[in-house]
């Protein structure tokens, strides 16, 4: 156990429909990073938040957006969703954003869009 | 950006077997870890080994920075070490992390 968690575990959802995907980082880490699985395209960072604020963008769609609360919870939005969008998504979580400590990942959250 | 390599991209062994997992990068490389992804799709974290030599229970990893690669050593494996290995580095300043293809181990009974 990590210590990361992410609730839903799976997620089944039709095209065009919004989710939320909530993830609660390890205790005393305030960096919480966004990480997307799908077959064609391998695992990759969508976007990272520090104490609250946003602090890097990967290839994040303009259709998802996340945010992170002052009890350091983060939840990632994805809106208008397509079948290309179903993946694997995994919350991590660090101590800070230097790069000089492990990320941890939660168990992730399984959507699948029909 | 930095490229990775990991080798080999498949493995097959027979229970109790040992291997060698290697990566290359074509640039010196921060925040290196090794994790292993079960075939239930978890990430578990193995090693974070910028530099230096770590052993935990039947795995260990070395990291030669200098020379831009990374081994991990499975030991006596078990079915249970199945799944995909990926060595992962940080690509952004922000410490997000650029995974490459992994190598996809089975190990069979």
């Known amino acids: 156990d990590s210590g990361v968690t992410q609730t839903p575990k799976h997620l089944i959802t039709a095209t065009g429909q919004r989710v939320t995907l909530r993830c609660s980082p390890r205790s005393g880490d305030l960096s919480v990073y966004w990480y997307q699985q799908s077959l064609d395209q391998g695992l990759q960072f969508l976007i990272q938040y520090y104490n609250g604020e946003e602090r890097a963008k990967g290839n994040i769609l303009e259709r998802f957006s996340a945010q992170q609360f002052p009890d350091l919870h983060s939840e990632l939005n994805l809106s208008s969703l397509e079948l290309g969008d179903s993946a694997l998504y995994f919350c991590?979580?660090?101590?800070?954003?230097?790069?000089?400590?492990?990320?941890?990942f939660g168990p992730g959250t399984r959507l699948t869009v029909t | 950006g930095i490229q990775v390599e990991q080798s080999p991209p498949d493995l097959i062994l027979q229970e109790g077997a040992n291997s060698t997992l290697r990566c290359n990068f074509s640039d010196s490389v921060n925040n290196l870890q090794w994790f292993h992804q079960n075939p239930w799709g978890q990430l578990i974290n193995l090693f974070y080994i910028p530099s230096g030599t770590k052993q935990n229970g039947r795995l260990s990893a070395t990291t030669v920075a200098t020379e831009r690669y990374s081994l991990l050593y499975i030991s006596s494996s078990q079915t249970t070490d199945s799944g995909v290995y990926f060595c992962v580095h940080q690509g952004g300043s922000q410490g997000n992390l650029i995974f490459g293809k992994g190598t996809k181990l089975s190990v069979k009974p």
């Open positions: 991590a979580s660090s101590v800070d954003v230097s790069g000089s400590y492990e990320q941890y």
